[in-house]
């Protein structure tokens, strides 16, 4: 989804840390005050507000979506998971069927996926159906709050006759790198990830500064990807002082040639452009070859390590999670890594782009225990990191 498309919605105050993650990733973050967050109290003036959103996403607190669920759920209008088993007793399922006649499929409020289009119409329905359920049962003593939410929210969809689908209802949760067994997980990392195994990177990129010089590194190199770039190390250097730089996937130097680096090394896969950037730059070290069988020849360490864009191009998860494991070990001060944070959007994801994971769960198993999105473009996020001991176990 295109960045002015993407809006969180919070009850009261957000944390500093997934607002600063949400914020760099170009998501409009808002906030709805109400007694209870599971309940249409909070849900409902998020459905009226004409936020020009494509989907509204509603998570219960213990519930995680593991990747971009907006291309799975593809043109259906309302999608949500049946409520787990226990969370309405059978006295409530009992009231609700005597008193409406009907049997409506409950499904929990907390976890729904509801597209713009319908989302107004839906609230008001589900406030009128909210009405009468709590006029009919509620007062009575017949149906606790929860089940009358959900029960009033089949009401709404009855009405509106509109295409559902339903989410799945197991996997496995993960909160603060712990994985637990959840029947309330929004598992779709299956369906998230992509890569290409029969992708050549050495012959790719050769044949690429070769062919094409002009398109080079990729358009995440060229224009204001460029500029971001080079501003980001430019304030890093003065920042930290770095004396040597070590760049892993140095490319043609687009965000570096311009800088006054004393002490830097260049490592690029393809050979054709290592020969180029050694003419243009006669004084800075370069390497072709492969970082990671590289590595196992030498021993790299740099004040201020970069790694842009490398990482999104590794198919095999082994390899990806090596490089990050390398990158980690080369930082003897500051790192900055552009990779993944979340699956890239279908225009920015081809045959040879790979997602397997979040990048920063992939440092934290690394051992970084302190990081923070600086930056981000073409649904790439920039980490910066500090030297740490451990590494990936």
């Not at 959900?150 to 496995?172: C, H, N, Y």
């Not at 304030?235 to 490319?251: A, K, T, Y």
């Not at 390497?287 to 990671?292: K, R, V």
């Not at 279908?346 to 782009?353: A, L, N």
Request: aromatic share 8%; glycine share 6%; hydrophobic share 45%.
């Amino acid at each position: 989804m295109a960045a002015c498309e993407r809006a969180a919605y919070f009850r009261g105050e957000i944390a500093s840390e997934p607002a600063e993650m949400l914020a760099a990733l170009g998501v409009v973050l808002k906030v709805f005050n109400g007694e209870s967050c599971d309940g249409p109290d909070t849900l409902i003036p998020a459905l009226l507000d004409p936020e020009e959103t494509k989907f509204l996403v509603v998570l219960a607190p213990e519930m995680m979506v593991k990747g971009d669920f907006s291309d799975w759920i593809g043109d259906t209008r309302f999608a949500a998971q049946r409520a787990p088993r226990g969370r309405f007793s059978l006295e409530d399922l009992k009231a609700a069927r005597e008193a409406f006649g009907t049997r409506f499929v409950l499904y929990d409020t907390r976890a729904l996926f509801v597209r713009r289009d319908i989302a107004r119409a839906l609230g008001t329905e589900w406030t009128a159906a909210l009405r009468e359920v709590g006029r009919v049962l509620v007062q009575g003593k017949s149906l606790s709050v929860a089940a009358a939410e959900s029960l009033a929210l089949g009401i709404a969809l009855s009405k509106l006759r509109i295409e559902m689908r339903e989410l799945p209802g197991d996997g496995e949760l993960v909160c603060a790198n712990t994985e637990i067994a959840s029947e309330n997980v929004v598992d779709l990392a299956r369906t998230s990830r992509h890569f290409n195994s029969d992708f050549d990177n050495a012959s790719f990129w050769n044949e690429r500064y070769l062919a094409n010089p002009e398109l080079g590194s990729g358009l995440g190199s060229r224009a204001a990807s460029r500029a971001r770039k080079t501003a980001l190390i430019q304030h890093i250097l003065e920042r930290e002082h770095s004396g040597s730089v070590l760049d892993i996937g140095c490319g043609d130097l687009a965000s570096v040639a311009e800088l006054p680096l004393a002490d830097y090394t260049g490592i690029d896969i393809a050979e054709t452009v290592i020969k180029a950037n050694t003419v243009r730059h006669p004084s800075w070290k370069f390497l072709a070859g492969d970082f990671l069988k590289l590595r196992d020849q030498r021993r790299f360490r740099a004040d201020l390590v970069l790694c842009f864009d490398v990482l999104i191009h590794q198919h095999e998860f082994a390899t990806y999670e090596a490089f990050v494991r390398a990158i980690v070990a080369s930082c003897g001060g500051v790192a900055l890594v552009g990779a993944f944070q979340t699956p890239p959007r279908p225009q920015y994801r081809s045959e040879i782009t790979a997602y397997h994971e979040p990048i920063t769960r992939t440092l934290a198993r690394c051992g970084v225990k302190s990081m923070q999105i600086v930056a981000s473009y073409r649904d790439t996020v920039v980490v910066e990191f500090a030297h740490v001991q451990s590494l990936c176990i």
